[in-house]
């Protein structure tokens, strides 16, 4: 097994103080990277265990922190803090780009090759940096078909690949197709793909909360949803055992 190496990284983001996990393969040279967003619960070990996956796989990976270390237990929480927070463009932002450069000031990483996963929360975030204009690779989003403010997907530089539960009450048919409209209505290379019987949060095992409806874990999509996002970064960012672009 390849050696993976973790450290815990702080730093400033929408008033708070964040705590990211970040995950190194084994070596010393620069490797492609992947910034990867929470859920809106937050960055808890089934995260960065996403992180350390990647570092196995030889990517730099950085799981990022949106919550300031906190990990919300009660739902009702989790939205009071998030909906504002989606309903914030600018805000998602900011955060995305104090993680990205986090991620850009590893000496590991190859700046010129970065791309962008997120779940939920997390997944809006990264969809936000791509309409922001940052220089990405691929971005891939779980449980995240949020749309942006018009005209400003155009501005988005990379395949999008986009996967949702088809049960999911959340993200329901409309807006699956708000999502798709905006992406085609702007010239991007996109992917949604629908997990069939699957409800929100499929990708995520159980935990120890109170759930909402209509939120539950498919344990078979998740691992499909899994492999659908390394074969993105591998069509995208592929990576040999050395680091370099084949």
């Not at 910034?35 to 937050?42: A, K, Q, S, Y």
């Not at 942006?148 to 997907?153: C, F, K, L």
């Not at 085609?184 to 949604?192: I, S, T, Y």
């Given at each position: 097994?390849?050696?993976?190496?973790?450290?815990?990284?702080?730093?400033?983001?929408?008033g708070?103080?964040?705590?990211?996990?970040?995950?190194?393969?084994?070596?010393?040279?620069?490797r492609?990277?992947v910034?990867?967003?929470?859920?809106?619960?937050?960055?808890?070990?089934?995260?960065?265990?996403?992180?350390?996956?990647?570092?196995?796989?030889?990517?730099?990976?950085?799981?990022f922190?949106?919550?300031g270390?906190r990990?919300?237990?009660?739902?009702?929480?989790?939205?009071?803090h998030?909906?504002?927070?989606?309903?914030?463009?600018?805000r998602?932002?900011?955060?995305?780009?104090?993680?990205?450069?986090?991620?850009?000031?590893e000496?590991?990483?190859?700046?010129?090759r970065?791309?962008?996963?997120?779940?939920g929360?997390?997944g809006?975030?990264v969809?936000?940096?791509g309409r922001?204009?940052?220089?990405?690779?691929?971005?891939?989003?779980?449980n995240?078909?949020t749309?942006?403010?018009?005209?400003?997907?155009a501005?988005?530089?990379?395949p999008?690949?986009?996967?949702?539960?088809?049960?999911?009450?959340?993200?329901?048919?409309?807006?699956?197709?708000?999502?798709?409209?905006e992406m085609?209505?702007?010239?991007?290379?996109?992917?949604?793909v629908?997990?069939?019987?699957?409800?929100?949060?499929?990708?995520h095992?159980?935990?120890?909360?109170?759930?909402r409806?209509?939120?539950?874990h498919?344990p078979q999509?998740?691992?499909?949803?899994?492999r659908d996002i390394?074969?993105?970064l591998?069509?995208?960012?592929?990576v040999?055992?050395?680091g370099?672009?084949?």
């Open positions: 097994m390849t050696t993976v190496t973790t450290r815990t990284v702080t730093y400033p983001a929408d708070l103080t964040m705590i990211g996990h970040l995950a190194l393969p084994a070596g010393v040279d620069r492609p990277a910034l990867i967003g929470p859920e809106g619960t937050g960055l808890n070990d089934f995260q960065r265990r996403r992180a350390d996956a990647l570092a196995e796989l030889g990517y730099v990976a950085l799981a922190d949106i919550n270390g990990w919300f237990t009660d739902p009702e929480e989790m939205l009071a998030a909906l504002p927070l989606l309903a914030d463009p600018d998602m932002r900011d955060i995305g780009h104090a993680a990205l450069d986090v991620l850009r000031a000496p590991r990483t190859d700046r010129d970065i791309a962008a996963i997120g779940y929360t997390g809006a975030i969809l936000e940096l922001d204009g940052v220089d990405l690779r691929a971005i891939g989003t779980v995240a078909l749309t942006g403010r018009p005209g400003e997907a501005r988005i530089r990379c999008v690949w986009a996967g949702v539960g088809s049960e999911d009450p959340i993200m329901p048919a409309e807006q699956r197709d708000a999502f798709a409209a085609q209505a702007a010239g991007v290379d996109w992917r949604l629908v997990y069939g019987g699957a409800l929100h949060a499929f990708h095992p159980p935990v120890e909360q109170t759930v409806p209509g939120v539950g498919h999509h998740a691992e499909r949803a899994w390394v074969g993105l591998a069509e995208c960012m592929p040999t055992a050395s370099e672009s084949p």
